[in-house]
């Protein structure tokens, strides 16, 4: 019987290596991708704490969850399609028109 | 198979919010068949639309009701916050046309995609279950990031876009991972019932509990700009079309600071002394960092943007009290923020001109004998930001330190005077260029359309009426908080 | 038995996700992203979640992920071109690392103290995961259900006007 630690802790890494990710790679797709795994990671705490609970709230908020995800990526996707138009590049240090 | 007993659905709960989807989706419709250089109806349509909404929400105040299984609920609160968002939309949609039309992204989607945001923001005051607050907080951010890159012609816009969008996702990340941990340690996701569960001291005790409130905390702040989490906010203010920026630095605040009141006042008050030294520190640096990097800026849009940043702190002053008194100040002041922000931003859009923002603080020179009227507008936002009597901001700086004095925060509160003090200097600064360096330019693009002139005097009349006799707002402050 | 099932796939889904924040091109931590969706599926059926584990198939791996390897292609993004500079990747590295052991921390040293509810195994066994789901989606939770038809449709205009050629 696996114990809810374990499934707890395997998501608190992926959330870490996600945010590790959000904070060290240049590319904005990339990013996004590791936003991705926090949001997944999150996913399985919400899971995991639902079946040790005995209540379906934490699966409902997972389907939620899926749906906010899917809507930031059309949207964020078609951000970076209109960066890329006028820029040729969606690596974030060019993100530097604005400064100090 | 057996059906599925649909429960009772209370609609009056979600009127206004109803109502205004209708009219955005609506919009949408009619937009097909507006020409493009009559897209500024659609604008009127959608404030015949928001005071609609404003009405059906003058009938609820005074009766609480809750709905949808205790999803949402409908209190003086919520109405109260609903209505700063109301008049913040019908403002920012107001200065919209001229600037679009000027700019050339006179797309029409713009109006329902504000509505949608408005309706994200309202139903993030007044849900009372994470999964209503998240949902909410998700719809007007979606709206905003778009809203934020509307100008596809302008790298600006496109970079202010990108901006906001990896930085809101990422923060949304820790929000949820706050109420995961949240729903772990108490059982359910329903504010009311965390606050029962919350009590019991097996619960309260629970280190989930704590990281569930850390990593909420931190989500929050992300999405209201406290220090340090404000990174990129300036620069997607400066890059996003300038009507956009004036409806970003007031309604997600607000509502980004209406859910943390719910769920820190209603769902957590068992932890209000961990709570209340966390908020100090970041009310603490929030004021210091907006004020003194503000005092560097020469773009009046990115002094704008941390000049918004420290008056989240001042907010995070009032809620760092928790009393009646701060958190009515917090009310107060938040809807005369909406003022007199939206105000100063019309003032900017009305300087500048196509192909050249006029956005430095050096453009402005002279502009306070060319334009004596507007000069005088922006001298009473200005003068309201800065917190000088007679004008709303100094009554509502006056109540939130008041808060916080009666809270036991001495400190805090003097640090916010001093941090109220220093920031007077970069808004007179904006005055002295207005009024004694010689004009370099002669400032006859500007145009004074009906929709600005509404706009203007709307906002002059919100921060003057209250700065001069506060009762009325107070007392329906006081009636509103959640104590 | 199970235990060893679990080790396997959390080691290989660990790895996947330390692939996707390594690899140098994009379509190589898309790919890298997906084999992680799918290990987090396997947990979602271990943890009796069948109806989760699909929709995480058919909404993460199969729509989003296309959508994001469709850009990738559209763009024709190449590898990354430098790094970044060395402080901000030690202080993402740092930043991580310290959420990583606060959360151990915290998490080691808490227990399960909601209350339990009355959906165990045997409840989804007897009704079935996804009529469950129904249930609870259609009578409890119904205003949420109806809020993502707004964010949904916002998402999908703002796209639109985003992308769309003509302006």
């Given at each position: ?18 945010t590790i990710g959000v904070l060290t790679r240049r590319?904005?797709?990339?990013i ?59 690596d974030v240090e060019d993100l530097n028109?604005?400064k100090w | ?227 340090p989490f404000h990174m990129w906010?300036?620069d ?248 | ?20 924040i ?58 990354e071109?430098g790094r970044r500079t060395q402080h901000a990747l030690f202080l993402g590295a740092a930043t991580g690392l310290f959420l ?68």
């Amino acid at each position: 019987m696996v114990s809810l630690h374990s499934y707890l802790i395997l998501s608190a890494i992926l959330f870490s290596i996600g945010t590790i990710g959000v904070l060290t790679r240049r590319n904005a797709i990339v990013i996004f991708m590791c936003i991705e795994m926090m949001l997944n990671a999150v996913n399985l705490t919400f899971i995991a704490l639902s079946k040790y609970l005995g209540n379906l709230d934490g699966q409902i908020f997972v389907f939620f969850v899926m749906t906010v995800a899917a809507a930031e990526a059309a949207v964020g996707l078609a951000l970076m399609i209109a960066f890329f138009k006028n820029r040729e590049s969606i690596d974030v240090e060019d993100l530097n028109l604005m400064k100090w | 198979m057996e059906t599925i007993a649909i429960p009772a659905i209370n609609m009056s709960v979600i009127a206004p919010e109803m109502i205004l989807s209708v009219v955005a989706m609506a919009l949408l419709l009619i937009n097909v068949f507006v020409k493009n250089e009559q897209k500024g109806y659609l604008g009127y349509l959608s404030i015949a639309g928001i005071l609609v909404t404003l009405y059906s929400l003058t009938i609820g105040w005074g009766a609480p009701q809750d709905g949808f299984s205790g999803s949402v609920v409908q209190d003086n609160f919520a109405i109260f916050f609903k209505g700063i968002f109301l008049v913040s939309a019908a403002m920012s949609i107001l200065i919209t046309d001229q600037y679009l039309q000027r700019e050339g992204c006179n797309q029409g989607e713009v109006y329902p995609l504000m509505l949608f945001a408005t309706v994200g923001m309202m139903l993030m005051a007044s849900g009372t279950d994470l999964m209503t607050i998240f949902l909410g907080l998700e719809v007007l951010s979606v709206s905003l990031y778009v809203l934020a890159g509307f100008n596809r012609g302008s790298i600006r816009s496109n970079e202010a876009g990108l901006k906001y969008f990896l930085l809101g996702a990422f923060s949304t990340g820790f929000l949820l991972y706050g109420m995961a941990l949240t729903y772990g340690a108490t059982g359910t996701t329903k504010v009311v019932k965390i606050a029962a569960a919350a009590q019991s001291g097996m619960v309260s005790s629970n280190l989930m509990l704590v990281a569930g409130m850390l990593l909420m905390a931190t989500g929050f702040a992300f999405k209201v700009a406290a220090a340090p989490f404000h990174m990129w906010t300036p620069d997607v203010y400066e890059g996003a079309p300038t009507p956009i920026t004036a409806f970003m630095s007031v309604g997600p605040k607000a509502a980004g600071f209406a859910a943390f009141l719910r769920v820190l006042l209603v769902a957590l008050p068992v932890f209000k002394a961990e709570w209340s030294s966390l908020l100090w520190v970041l009310a603490v640096l929030t004021m210091t960092v907006g004020n003194i990097t503000a005092l560097y800026q020469q773009n009046i849009k990115r002094m704008l943007a941390y000049s918004s940043i420290a008056h989240a702190g001042y907010i995070l002053v009032g809620f760092t009290a928790g009393n009646a008194v701060g958190t009515s100040g917090i009310l107060f002041y938040m809807l005369s923020y909406a003022f007199m922000n939206i105000g100063a931003f019309a003032v900017i859009i009305l300087v500048g001109k196509k192909g050249e923002e006029n956005n430095n603080l050096a453009d402005y020179a002279g502009f306070g004998y060319k334009h004596p009227a507007l000069g005088v507008a922006m001298c009473v936002f200005l003068f309201s930001l800065a917190g000088i009597p007679p004008a709303a901001g100094f009554v509502g700086k006056f109540y939130l330190f008041s808060g916080a004095i009666q809270a036991g925060y001495i400190w805090l509160a003097i640090i916010g005077v001093l941090n109220s003090a220093a920031s007077v200097y970069y808004y007179l600064r904006v005055m002295i260029y207005m009024y004694f360096k010689e004009p370099t330019e002669d400032f006859n693009w500007v145009r004074l359309s009906p929709a600005f002139i509404i706009c203007l005097i709307i906002a002059i009349a919100g921060v003057m009426i209250p700065g001069v006799v506060p009762g009325t707002i107070l007392e329906l402050a006081q009636k509103a908080i959640l104590m | 038995m199970e235990t060893l099932f679990f080790s396997i796939v959390a080691a290989i889904a660990i790895l996947m996700s330390i692939l996707v924040i390594r690899c140098k091109n994009p379509i190589n931590s898309a790919l890298s992203l997906i084999m992680t969706f799918f290990c987090l599926a396997t947990l979602y059926v271990m943890l009796e979640a069948p109806f989760m584990a699909a929709i995480q198939v058919i909404v993460y791996a199969g729509a989003i992920m296309v959508l994001i390897v469709f850009v990738i292609m559209l763009l024709n993004i190449r590898t990354e071109s430098g790094r970044r500079t060395q402080h901000a990747l030690f202080l993402g590295a740092a930043t991580g690392l310290f959420l990583l052991f606060q959360t151990w921390y915290f998490l080691s040293r808490s227990s399960l103290t909601g209350a339990k509810g009355a959906i165990d195994s045997a409840a989804i066994a007897k009704v079935g995961h996804t009529e469950l789901i129904g249930q609870s989606l259609f009578t409890e939770f119904l205003l949420p259900f109806e809020i993502t038809s707004i964010l949904l449709l916002a998402a999908i205009v703002g796209a639109v006007v985003l992308a769309k050629k003509k302006v």
